[in-house]
T-cell receptor, first 116, second 116 residues
Framework: AQSVTQLGSHVSVSEGALVLLRCNYSSSVPPYLFWYVQYPNQGLQLLLKYTSAATLVKGINGFEAEFKKSETSFHLTKPSAHMSDAAEYFCAVSAINTGTASKLTFGTGTRLQVTL | DGGITQSPKYLFRKEGQNVTLSCEQNLNHDAMYWYRQDPGQGLRLIYY???????QKGDIAEGYSVSREKKESFPLTVTSAQKNPTAFYLC???????????????FGPGTRLLVL
């Protein structure tokens, strides 16, 4: 069984400030981890994913995340927030399982607000 | 342009009525998925299909049905047995080329279902 916990359903930062969105996972086998972004009334867009290569993963729009096995975490960061980053962010986990289609388990999401 | 289309954007259902949500992809992906999104609950998997003429139940399949007669199409029917159908429905697809769980899922723009 696998699960994802996103700490903080709402996060507010000032424009130019550091963005930190937290994600902790639980998985009985080594996981693959994903961050998606969703703008209002739209589908999800992949920001980045961890697939057991490098522990520090760089994604689109200046976001990155670090896989820390000892802490079972995969927090999303961006050094300087922009107004266009305001959206909802979802962390998801998929158990390593070749030969079958991906089955993602999503967290409940974190809504990021960026203020002037 | 390759991508996933969902129609309609908004759908209204009357009591006791079955409704069908369309999902089409031209990415040549083998695997397709249906998710339900409710506020504060993240995304939950309804059904998924790894290949034509085959599909499996996800975590919340009760009250829903699917078919996969063509590789590019994966329609979802919300039956009258689904007592709380109001939600945002998202369709996704992934390559399923043997990469299993590390494959990225690509999402459509979603259909919002409302009950009259």
């Amino acid at each position: 069984a696998q699960s994802v916990t996103q700490l903080g359903s709402h996060v507010s930062v000032s424009e130019g400030a550091l963005v930190l969105l937290r994600c902790n996972y639980s998985s009985s086998v080594p996981p693959y981890l994903f961050w998606y972004v969703q703008y209002p009334n739209q589908g999800l867009q992949l920001l980045l994913k961890y697939t057991s290569a490098a522990t520090l993963v760089k994604g689109i729009n200046g976001f990155e995340a670090e896989f820390k096995k000892s802490e079972t975490s995969f927090h999303l960061t961006k050094p300087s927030a922009h107004m266009s980053d305001a959206a909802e962010y979802f962390c998801a986990v998929s158990a390593i399982n070749t030969g079958t289609a991906s089955k993602l388990t999503f967290g409940t999401g974190t809504r990021l607000q960026v203020t002037l | 342009d390759g991508g996933i289309t969902q129609s309609p954007k908004y759908l209204f259902r009357k009591e006791g009525q079955n409704v069908t949500l369309s999902c089409e992809q031209n990415l040549n992906h083998d695997a397709m998925y249906w998710y339900r999104q409710d506020p504060g609950q993240g995304l939950r998997l309804i059904y998924y299909s790894q290949i034509v003429n085959d599909f499996q139940k996800g975590d919340i399949a009760e009250g829903y049905s699917v078919s996969r007669e063509k590789k590019e199409s994966f329609p979802l029917t919300v039956t009258s047995a689904q007592k709380n159908p109001t939600a945002f429905y998202l369709c996704a697809s992934s390559i399923y080329g043997g990469g299993g769980s590390r494959e990225t899922q690509y999402f459509g723009p979603g259909t919002r279902l409302l009950v009259l």
